[in-house]
């Protein structure tokens, strides 16, 4: 499991099947987790993904049993600012 | 997942080893390349964390990171190790006491005075 962070913001969760030398990515049984200040975190199933390397800003190896313990019904947070070049 | 390791500019001489950047910032910081480090992304948001590797690119692989004010930012709290594009990062900024200007300078004016030569 990886966590990307894209260059505009979105964080996109899925199993990382792939990458190249320009990081493009492949993730499956992926999902954007949408934050907000207003409510909790919005998972959106995305499935299959292919991101183009561009795009990618940061990724991150997720630890489960961390990541299964997080409350995200009660996580409120802005999402995060586009990258600014 | 497995990094290529960036190259010195220039040629190496003959039977010289390759030297990958990694240990040049090595030699010329003077300190190991899992001290700390801190990067601020374009974002303004901050990450700490051990610097494990450096390619051409500048990517950047952190072990053992903290995201500074996880209140604000909590993206990533189940992330532990991360790679960072080197397109979105700011400046890497290393801790002042781990960094010996002196050996760094000395290791420059060789440099130079080695591309000098060829």
């Known amino acids: ?85 | 997942m497995k990094i290529v390791d960036g190259m010195v500019e220039g040629t190496r001489g003959r039977g010289g080893r390759r030297i990958s950047w990694v240990k040049n910032v090595k030699d010329s910081t003077g300190m190991k390349i899992s001290e700390c480090c801190e990067i601020l992304l374009e974002r303004e948001r901050c990450i700490c964390g051990t610097l494990h590797s450096v390619d051409q690119f500048l990517n950047i692989k952190l072990t053992d990171i903290n995201v500074t004010d996880p209140e604000k930012y909590p993206h990533m709290l189940s992330v532990k190790t991360c790679f960072i594009r080197g397109s979105v990062v700011r400046y890497v900024q290393l801790p002042a006491d781990e960094c010996d200007t002196q050996l760094l300078q000395d290791a420059t004016r060789k440099e130079a005075a080695q591309n000098k030569q060829r």
């Open chain 1, 1 to 85: 499991m990886v966590e990307i962070v894209t260059a505009d913001g979105r964080v996109i969760v899925g199993t990382l099947k792939g990458f190249d030398q320009a990081i493009n990515l492949i993730l499956d049984e992926s999902h954007e987790r949408v934050y907000s200040s207003g409510q909790g975190v919005e998972q959106v199933i995305l499935g299959l993904y292919i991101v183009r390397g561009d795009n990618v800003a940061l990724i991150g190896e997720v630890d489960d049993d961390t990541d299964n313990g997080l409350d995200f019904e009660g996580i409120r947070a802005e999402p995060l600012n586009p990258i600014i070049h």
